[in-house]
T-cell receptor
Framework: AQSVTQLGSHVSVSEGALVLLRCNYSSSVPPYLFWYVQYPNQGLQLLLKYTSAATLVKGINGFEAEFKKSETSFHLTKPSAHMSDAAEYFCAVSDGSSASKIIFGSGTRLSIRP | DAGITQSPRHKVTETGTPVTLRCHQTENHRYMYWYRQDPGHGLRLIHYSYGVKDTDKGEVSDGYSVSRSKTEDFLLTLESATSSQTSVYFC?????????????FGPGTRLTVT
């Protein structure tokens, strides 16, 4: 069965500092992995996705994630945090079915200190 | 942005009353999903649909039913609302093109059961 674990329910960084949000996955099939962002009172928006092509995936708003099979990880990074990055971030894995069902992690809330 | 609307956006109802939430899409996507979002749990799949009149259960389907009579509409019904169903409900759509695809989310419906 597929699952994801997000390490840290809340991460706080200073503006301009590196952002690192951790995600580990478990999958019985080659995984498709996603990062979504949710701003307050809004729906989820796709940041980036890994679909077995390049292991380093670039997304919107300067975010990127690296797929590491040996570590079963898909951590999200951004070199320099901006105040507008404050949001909740969800890592997710496809369950491998044809119905494109996705299993979400419990989320990490990112706060940015001025 | 994907053309997904949800109605109502907010609803307060009493325990034991029936409630129907509507999701409408203009993208003609095949797959539609209903999730609930609760603190500490991320998003959990309630039901999903893989075509008109074709639906299946998700992880937390007890107490919920769904219907899809047209490609564009997916209804979620709480036959007899309970306080444990107080949550934020999200609809999502996806169009699989031979492999797992990302999902696009609506703005959500905040439901309070008193």
């Amino acid at each position: 069965a597929q699952s994801v674990t997000q390490l840290g329910s809340h991460v706080s960084v200073s503006e301009g500092a590196l952002v690192l949000l951790r995600c580990n996955y478990s999958s019985s099939v080659p995984p498709y992995l996603f990062w979504y962002v949710q701003y307050p009172n809004q729906g989820l928006q796709l940041l980036l996705k890994y679909t077995s092509a390049a292991t380093l995936v670039k997304g919107i708003n300067g975010f990127e994630a690296e797929f590491k099979k040996s570590e079963t990880s898909f951590h999200l990074t951004k070199p320099s945090a901006h105040m507008s990055d404050a949001a909740e971030y969800f890592c997710a894995v496809s369950d491998g079915s044809s119905a494109s069902k996705i299993i979400f992690g419990s989320g990490t809330r990112l706060s940015i200190r001025p | 942005d994907a053309g997904i609307t949800q109605s109502p956006r907010h609803k307060v109802t009493e325990t034991g009353t029936p409630v129907t939430l509507r999701c409408h899409q203009t993208e003609n996507h095949r797959y539609m999903y209903w999730y609930r979002q609760d603190p500490g749990h991320g998003l959990r799949l309630i039901h999903y649909s893989y075509g008109v009149k074709d639906t299946d259960k998700g992880e937390v389907s007890d107490g919920y039913s769904v219907s899809r009579s047209k490609t564009e509409d997916f209804l979620l019904t709480l036959e007899s609302a309970t306080s444990s169903q107080t949550s934020v409900y999200f609809c999502a759509i996806s169009e699989s093109t031979g492999g797992p695809s990302e999902q696009y989310f609506g703005p959500g419906t905040r439901l309070t059961v008193t």
